[in-house]
């Protein structure tokens, strides 16, 4: 038995004053060495009666209290409390009212405290009542009541006795429902387990599956879990000034194109494209390589390759491995399952392996975002298979696991690639577990997943804290237009390979560039162009302001009758326009971007940007409006001296959509500083390590 007397013996779990206590419960250092007695316990007031038989009682508490100890001793050798790590005091006793009220429980008045495991205070109160008869009505009144209560603690105290001796009979429902609690989770009634733990719930819509137990939950008709939950959100990173940051010098390009690829027509290419169901656009791209050889991996690697069952690569690695071992950002759209995760881990290691080799607290070099849990533990896993070969060290950050354990992980430093969801890995960065300034080379993974789940501004803030000189490969399964702008912003002169019919530019629109010396000039060359468009359909004019509308058609009115539209006129008015240039009571119109978006006119066969378009995404829009229902469709750009930084953009709309790109505009666009450093980089070819890379295989400093 465990005698040793805990090391504050009066914690009853409630507030008392020194005034109020008995000499006997005050602070060790004010007791005196007088035994403490039961008169200790009463006041003046208390009646001779109740005194005589506490004094009886007392004689009889401590007997009967020396045999619970021996009693107890031989059922409780190994029962040893454990305290809280804030308080090593016992759990307050708990106590009744009546005679024993004035006894804690567990207090001896030979031992003092005991452990209250060990000891089940007990009175005779049987003997009191044998003892002399009670001359006051109202003891007699208070003895039957203690004696009910008395009768009732005892009930509850053998009750919890039995509970703490079956504990390991629990039944396996009870043991899991306190498991989950012990976790953070807890079983309600609608059988759905619902997390608190701040530790698990940063990307809440993507981990049901795995905190889900699959007998209580429904499912959906794809068969994936349905779960009520609570969408939690998550502040996305603050913006840096990559100016004020001295980044380390970083290699790209690495491609040598193989001799066979080289002896490869462009008609051929073409073919083997044709044949892949493969669009490919963007300037100087790679050719596609047929088979493992071609990609100049090194022994290492295609070893593992071919250890795990690989034969031939498939349609978007034939592309995306040359390409992003060339040093280029990738527009990948290709269905799940398609092979695209090798398409990016495979370039990554070559990449990882020619930087500068991570120091203490430093890393990732390669950063792969995934939507949901269960794909970045795949990525995971694939890319831990084929970083074995040398010897880099992969981790995973995603909701659902503790963020201690991955801090942990993180924290060190030495991670060359991490692979996370973006509430998780925003997390990590927050709690400074790692960073992001030796990131060079950065994956999104069906970003149209995540943009679905909510996430875009995360996935922007992670792409901005990251050295904007970077290489970028976005691969999504489908590309709807918020994806192809975050695709624009976070890549550098992309190059854009597509499998099947997702994301194909519309071929059936004509893209053709004036190039004039100033808006002096345009005006001249409408009048000389617009009978020849007018024949072959309707003509629809964009002009950049509203005035600028009117003013024109008023000079078209003098020619030809017009029509104008712009966001000035009420609503009745521009459905009236609208409503005639449909059918043909009018062949031209002049508007601005105000008639862009969502105007469905067949009929239209022209359009003309007499001013250009704000931005790309508008200028996409504008042309649009001809090409539609399988109808073919030209669209002219008027374009200034002056103008040479949208020129880049057109340059690059051309390249997606494939189509030639006119000499005078790639010049005007190579005018622009920004334009021409990128375009320069892509120029480089083989960079300056010949292809190779420096240390190719090795790694700088790795031996």
Same mark, same amino acid.
Request: proline residues 4%; contains cysteine; negative net charge.
């Given at each position: 038995?465990?005698?040793?007397?805990? /090391?504050?013996?009066?914690?009853?779990?409630?507030?008392?004053?020194?005034?109020?206590?008995?000499?006997?419960? +005050?602070?060790?250092?004010?007791?005196?060495?007088k035994k403490p007695t039961a008169l200790d316990y009463f006041s003046e007031e208390d009646s001779q009666p109740k005194k005589r038989k506490?004094?009886?009682?007392?004689?009889?508490?401590?007997?009967?209290?020396?045999?619970?100890?021996?009693?107890?001793?031989?059922?409780?050798?190994? =029962?040893?409390?454990?305290?809280?790590?804030?308080?090593?005091?016992?759990?307050?006793?708990?106590?009744?009212?009546?005679?024993?009220?004035?006894?804690?429980?567990?207090?001896?008045?030979?031992?003092?405290?005991?452990?209250?495991?060990?000891?089940? /205070?007990?009175?005779?109160?049987?003997?009191?009542?044998?003892?002399?008869?009670?001359?006051?009505?109202?003891?007699?009144?208070?003895?039957?009541?203690?004696?009910?209560?008395?009768?009732?603690?005892?009930?509850?105290?053998?009750?919890?006795?039995?509970?703490?001796?079956?504990?390991?009979?629990?039944?396996?429902? %009870?043991?899991?429902?306190?498991?989950?609690?012990?976790?953070?989770?807890?079983?309600?009634?609608?059988?759905?387990?619902?997390?608190?733990?701040?530790?698990?719930?940063?990307?809440?819509?993507?981990?049901?599956?795995?905190?889900?137990?699959?007998?209580?939950? %429904?499912?959906?008709?794809?068969?994936?879990?349905?779960?009520?939950?609570k969408r939690k959100d998550i502040e996305p990173l603050p913006a840096v000034d990559h100016s004020q940051i001295e980044y380390p010098e970083?290699?790209?390009?690495?491609?040598?194109?193989?001799?066979?690829?080289?002896?490869?027509?462009?008609?051929?290419?073409?073919?083997?494209?044709?044949?892949?169901?493969?669009?490919?656009?963007?300037?100087?791209?790679?050719?596609?390589?047929?088979?493992?050889?071609?990609?100049?991996?090194?022994?290492?690697?295609?070893?593992?390759?071919?250890?795990?069952?690989?034969? %031939?690569?498939?349609?978007?690695?034939?592309?995306?491995?040359?390409?992003?071992?060339? #040093?280029?950002?990738?527009?990948?759209?290709?269905?799940?399952?398609?092979?695209?995760?090798?398409?990016?881990?495979?370039?990554?290691?070559?990449?990882?392996?020619?930087? =500068?080799? &991570?120091?203490?607290?430093?890393?990732?070099?390669?950063?792969?975002?995934?939507?949901?849990?269960?794909?970045?533990?795949?990525?995971?896993?694939?890319?831990?298979?084929?970083?074995?070969?040398?010897?880099?060290?992969?981790?995973?950050?995603?909701?659902?696991?503790?963020?201690?354990?991955?801090?942990? =992980? +993180?924290?060190?430093?030495?991670?060359?690639?991490?692979?996370?969801?973006?509430?998780?890995?925003?997390?990590?960065?927050?709690?400074?577990?790692?960073?992001?300034?030796?990131?060079?080379?950065?994956?999104?993974?069906?970003?149209?997943?995540?943009?679905? +789940?909510?996430?875009?501004?995360?996935?922007?803030?992670?792409?901005?804290?990251?050295?904007?000189?970077?290489?970028? &490969?976005?691969?999504?399964?489908?590309?709807?237009?918020?994806?192809?702008?975050?695709?624009?912003?976070?890549?550098?002169?992309?190059?854009?390979?597509?499998?099947?019919?997702?994301?194909?530019?519309?071929?059936?629109?004509?893209?053709?560039?004036?190039?004039?010396?100033?808006?002096?000039?345009?005006?001249?060359? +409408?009048?000389?162009?617009?009978?020849?468009?007018?024949?072959?359909?309707?003509?629809?004019?964009?002009? /950049?302001?509203?005035?600028?509308?009117e003013e024109l058609s008023r000079n078209l009115n003098q020619v030809n009758e017009c029509g104008a539209l712009h966001g000035d006129m009420?609503?009745?008015?521009?459905?009236?326009?609208?409503?005639?240039?449909?059918?043909?009571?009018?062949?031209?119109?002049?508007?601005?971007?105000?008639?862009?978006?969502?105007?469905?006119?067949?009929?239209?066969?022209?359009?003309?940007?007499?001013?250009?378009?704000?931005?790309?995404?508008?200028?996409?829009?504008?042309?649009?409006?001809?090409?539609?229902?399988? %109808?073919?469709?030209?669209?002219?750009?008027?374009?200034?001296?002056?103008?040479?930084?949208?020129?880049?953009?057109?340059?690059?709309?051309? =390249?997606?959509?494939?189509?030639?790109?006119?000499?005078?505009?790639?010049?005007?666009?190579?005018?622009?500083?920004?334009?021409?450093? /990128?375009?320069?980089?892509?120029?480089?070819?083989? #960079?300056?390590?010949?292809?190779?890379?420096?240390?190719?295989?090795?790694?700088?400093?790795?031996?």
């Open positions: 038995m465990n005698s040793k007397k805990p /090391s504050k013996p009066f914690g009853f779990g409630f507030a008392q004053s020194s005034a109020s206590k008995p000499k006997s419960l +005050l602070d060790p250092e004010e007791q005196t060495h506490l004094i009886k009682l007392e004689d009889d508490l401590d007997e009967d209290l020396n045999k619970q100890d021996e009693a107890s001793s031989l059922s409780n050798v190994n =029962e040893d409390y454990v305290g809280d790590l804030e308080d090593d005091r016992p759990p307050p006793p708990r106590t009744s009212t009546g005679i024993q009220g004035f006894v804690p429980q567990g207090f001896s008045f030979n031992k003092g405290f005991t452990n209250v495991h060990e000891v089940t /205070s007990a009175t005779k109160l049987d003997d009191v009542q044998k003892d002399d008869e009670i001359d006051d009505p109202l003891d007699a009144f208070m003895l039957d009541i203690d004696n009910q209560v008395q009768k009732e603690s005892q009930n509850e105290s053998l009750q919890e006795k039995i509970r703490r001796d079956d504990i390991e009979d629990e039944d396996f429902v %009870e043991s899991y429902v306190n498991h989950m609690k012990k976790k953070g989770i807890e079983v309600g009634k609608s059988q759905r387990p619902i997390e608190k733990d701040e530790n698990v719930n940063s990307d809440e819509e993507v981990y049901a599956t795995a905190r889900a137990i699959d007998a209580q939950l %429904e499912y959906d008709s794809d068969d994936n879990p349905v779960v009520e939950q970083i290699e790209k390009f690495f491609y040598e194109e193989h001799s066979d690829i080289a002896e490869l027509s462009d008609e051929r290419v073409k073919e083997i494209r044709r044949e892949l169901d493969m669009h490919v656009s963007g300037a100087d791209v790679a050719k596609p390589c047929i088979s493992f050889a071609h990609f100049g991996f090194d022994e290492a690697l295609l070893n593992v390759i071919i250890k795990h069952g690989y034969s %031939e690569p498939t349609g978007i690695q034939k592309q995306a491995v040359p390409v992003a071992m060339s #040093g280029r950002d990738i527009i990948g759209i290709a269905k799940t399952g398609s092979g695209k995760t090798a398409a990016f881990i495979w370039p990554m290691l070559i990449h990882i392996m020619d930087q =500068e080799e &991570l120091q203490k607290g430093e890393g990732p070099i390669g950063l792969i975002l995934a939507p949901t849990r269960e794909l970045a533990s795949q990525i995971y896993t694939e890319a831990k298979k084929f970083a074995k070969s040398y010897g880099l060290r992969v981790a995973a950050v995603y909701g659902g696991a503790s963020k201690m354990d991955q801090f942990k =992980e +993180l924290r060190p430093g030495g991670i060359e690639i991490l692979v996370g969801t973006p509430g998780r890995l925003i997390d990590m960065v927050k709690m400074k577990a790692t960073n992001f300034r030796r990131v060079s080379f950065l994956v999104l993974d069906e970003a149209d997943r995540m943009f679905d +789940l909510g996430f875009e501004p995360q996935v922007r803030s992670i792409c901005d804290n990251i050295r904007p000189d970077r290489q970028t &490969l976005l691969f999504s399964a489908t590309f709807p237009k918020k994806v192809e702008i975050l695709a624009r912003e976070v890549t550098t002169e992309p190059v854009r390979i597509s499998i099947g019919n997702v994301g194909q530019a519309n071929a059936d629109i004509t893209q053709k560039i004036e190039i004039l010396a100033d808006d002096g000039y345009k005006w001249d060359w +409408l009048m000389n162009h617009l009978v020849s468009f007018c024949v072959e359909g309707s003509v629809l004019i964009f002009v /950049s302001r509203k005035d600028g509308v009420m609503q009745a008015e521009r459905d009236k326009v609208l409503r005639d240039f449909k059918n043909n009571k009018f062949p031209i119109m002049v508007a601005t971007d105000v008639a862009a978006r969502g105007l469905d006119i067949k009929a239209v066969k022209t359009v003309i940007n007499y001013d250009v378009a704000r931005d790309i995404d508008s200028h996409v829009h504008r042309i649009g409006r001809t090409g539609r229902a399988g %109808e073919k469709g030209t669209a002219y750009t008027l374009i200034t001296q002056k103008e040479d930084k949208f020129a880049g953009d057109l340059v690059r709309n051309l =390249e997606a959509s494939g189509q030639q790109v006119p000499d005078a505009l790639m010049s005007l666009a190579m005018q622009n500083s920004r334009f021409r450093k /990128s375009r320069n980089m892509i120029r480089r070819g083989r #960079g300056r390590s010949g292809g190779r890379g420096r240390g190719y295989g090795r790694g700088r400093g790795r031996g």
